[in-house]
């Protein structure tokens, strides 16, 4: 008899999960609370610009083995496009400089020993000085680790460690900030080349994963919300989903859990979950790029920090970014706009835009918060946890989302 997995959520760690189980042999059941999957990672139809965006504009790495993998079994992968060599335009609106950081295909960072290459007015010594986080406990600060202060920090460590940790880098965890660094620029060239899904998060990463999953003949229900657990025997027993909908479960049954830490600690009472959370705010204008625009550029000095150019569309992302969240909508975009044109060289009026504020996008990326996130097996047997939130070893990422799910799955399967 066919053994059964039950998949609550169908985020990106939820539906990675379900993927894995269904390859593995799982009959797959995905029971999703809202009426779309993808959670923070999704696309929708915007009325104000008049046209699909996604909720945030999430960039991978090369080097983002289980997400790609991910992307790879859902016959996806050729979606996530970028340039062939890993390069990063930036711009500094204080100054008007503006720079390449080129990290080349090497599977070693030799790209620190050519001036060339790296940021301008940094010398080697300055990178060695990053060599600590490399090593870094979680439980220290990067403030503590290593200096934040100085060219190379001001050009490429804050904005890289901002846009991973989602903290101002000083008070975020050095651990975390480590395992960033040890996967992209330590890694070399090969693991740092930027891929964005350009035709959208959910047509690349989500809706392909859905229609796998229901034409393989597994069940994935929207607007199906878990409610409580059933437990007896160290194990769940029952899936109670309100009104009398219950699904009893198996001895061999096992359920995946990939929902937020609020829900998942309301359905696991004691269960140790991150309680501090902060925001990213995303922009979008409909509006065509210039033609010489590059797909990712990184912005220092401004209120914009990555700029990405779409078809039809600019759109940015800001992060650690609860300062925005309560300002007036049209003032915002205003101030955004105004770095885009000075970051790109244009000019015009405010154009047709969009401001998403994700008021709790990542958990508190801070030695504190990442203590309390747990590992993916619990008290019950037959439960197990996914989500970017959990103990995953990295910040709050796609690459962690995914590796949280395969990781579940991994024990689901290793229960045979």
């Known amino acids: 008899m066919q053994k059964t997995v039950h998949i609550i959520g169908a985020g990106i760690s939820g539906l990675s999960a379900a993927v894995r189980l269904a390859n593995g042999g799982y009959r797959v059941f995905v029971h999703e609370a809202t009426q779309q999957a993808g959670g923070r990672c999704r696309s929708y139809f915007d009325a104000a610009t008049n046209l699909t965006i996604d909720n945030g504009n999430h960039l991978l790495l090369s080097g983002n083995r289980h997400a790609l993998s991910y992307a790879r079994a859902i016959g996806t992968e050729a979606g996530l496009v970028g340039p062939a060599r890993a390069q ?12 390449q950081l080129d990290l080349g295909d090497s599977r070693l960072p030799l790209w620190v020993f050519d001036e060339t290459r790296r940021v301008p007015d940094t010398s080697l010594r300055d990178y060695l000085a990053l060599a600590p986080l490399a090593w870094a406990g979680t439980g220290a600060l990067v403030g ?14 804050q904005p890289l460690l901002l846009a991973a940790l989602n903290v101002d880098p000083p008070e975020g965890s050095a651990g975390l900030a480590g395992a960033i660094v040890r996967e992209t620029l ?4 090969q693991a740092c080349r930027p ?3 350009r035709d959208g998060l959910s047509s690349v990463l989500i809706e392909p994963a859905v229609k796998l999953l229901q034409e393989g003949g597994h069940s ?20 109670d989903f309100g009104n009398g909908d219950k699904v009893a479960l198996g001895a061999d049954d096992a359920v995946v859990l990939a929902v937020p830490p609020r829900a998942a600690a309301a359905l696991l009472p004691g269960l140790k979950t991150p309680t501090k959370f902060r925001a990213i705010v995303n922009a979008h204008f409909r509006v065509d790029p210039p033609r010489d625009a590059a797909p990712i550029l990184g912005v220092v000095g401004g209120l914009v920090e990555w700029l990405f150019a779409f078809p039809q569309r600019l759109s940015v992302t800001i992060s650690n970014g609860d300062r925005l969240v309560d300002m007036p909508r049209e003032e915002l975009a205003l101030a955004i706009w105004q770095d885009i044109c000075e970051a790109l060289g244009v000019s015009g009026d405010l154009p047709p835009w969009q401001i998403v504020r994700e008021r709790r996008a990542t958990f508190e990326a801070t030695p504190e918060q990442n203590a309390l996130r747990p590992g ?11 989500g970017d939130w959990t103990a995953t070893g990295l910040p709050a990422t796609i690459e962690g989302s995914v590796r949280s799910g395969d990781r579940a799955a991994d024990l689901v399967l290793a229960r045979r």
Not at 186 to 189: E, N, P, Q, S, T
Not at 376 to 385: E, G, S, W
């Open 88 to 99: 990063f335009p930036f711009v500094d609106l204080a100054s008007g400089r503006r720079w």
């Open 144 to 157: 503590n680790t290593i200096p934040c202060k100085g060219t190379l920090y001001d050009r490429l460590v």
């Open 186 to 189: 330590l890694a070399g060239g």
């Open 195 to 197: 891929l964005i899904a």
């Open 220 to 239: 994935v229900r929207f607007s199906h919300e878990l409610r409580a657990l059933g437990m007896s025997g160290g194990r769940i027993t029952e899936l």
């Open 376 to 386: 993916p097996a619990t008290a019950q047997k037959n439960l197990f946890l996914a």
